[in-house]
Antibody
């Protein structure tokens, strides 16, 4: 059974960088052809996809966030990470990491999720 | 981006009764080359992450009870719970994965009447 766990600061100051790491257990991040995702959820809204990363380092980002997002993977630690720069209060949300599966690089569903990490942007 | 619109916003159903949740996409999510609808449903219980219950519009995820069923094609979809159980209280989201970015609806809150 694959499990994912987010970690990182719960409070980030405006204009700084939000950094989160997702640790995967119960399976290798390098196997199975899966992409690994970050999503976020604002209160009372549906999840918002941030981006995907493959174990090779290939990335795909939501165009609405692309200019501020970077994702990376560390296969030796079975982890992947999210950096979101120049944050504002609008970036306050619960951030989830997830595993994706699907027939193509872009047509994918989210089948395993972490428990979520609340990140608040405030001075 | 494809906009996903769910209705109703909230729904109260008696235990053992049928619950029906609707989802409409702003453009078709049917791939004519494989005749598959790129539509998934998720269940989110309080203080938990979303859990996928249906994909390809009508395929139940492994381990999901058969009282959950999905239907529809093109732009109009439905998630039906045939006999509501107490553990089904949650917010339900639809998601399209036909085009990038994948997008979710705003959710339907299902409660017990």
């Amino acid at each position: 059974q694959v499990q994912l766990q987010e970690s990182g600061p719960g409070l980030v100051k405006p204009s700084q960088t939000l950094s989160l790491t997702c640790t995967v257990s119960g399976g290798s991040i390098s196997s199975g052809g899966y992409y690994w995702s970050w999503l976020r959820q604002h209160p009372g809204k549906g999840p918002e996809w941030i981006g995907n990363v493959f174990y090779s380092g290939s990335t795909y980002y939501n165009p609405s966030l692309k200019s501020r997002v970077a994702m990376s993977v560390d296969t030796s630690k079975n982890q992947f990470s999210l950096n979101l720069i120049s944050v504002t209060a609008a970036d306050t949300a619960v951030y989830y990491c997830a595993r994706t599966r699907g027939p193509t690089v872009t047509n994918r569903v989210f089948d395993y999720w972490g428990q979520g990490s609340l990140v608040t942007v405030s001075s | 981006d494809i906009v996903m619109t769910q209705s109703p916003d909230s729904l109260a159903v008696s235990l053992g009764e049928r619950a029906t949740i609707n989802c409409k996409s702003s453009q078709s999510v049917l791939n004519s080359s494989n005749n598959k609808n790129y539509l998934a449903w998720y269940q989110q219980k309080p203080r938990q992450p979303p859990k996928m219950v249906v994909y390809w519009a009508s395929t139940r995820e492994s381990g999901v009870p058969d009282r959950f069923s999905g239907s529809g094609s093109g732009t109009d979809f439905t998630l039906t719970i045939s006999s509501l159980q107490a553990e089904d209280v949650a917010v339900y989201y639809c998601q399209q994965y036909y085009s990038t970015p994948p997008t979710f609806g705003r959710g339907t809150k299902l409660e017990i009447k």
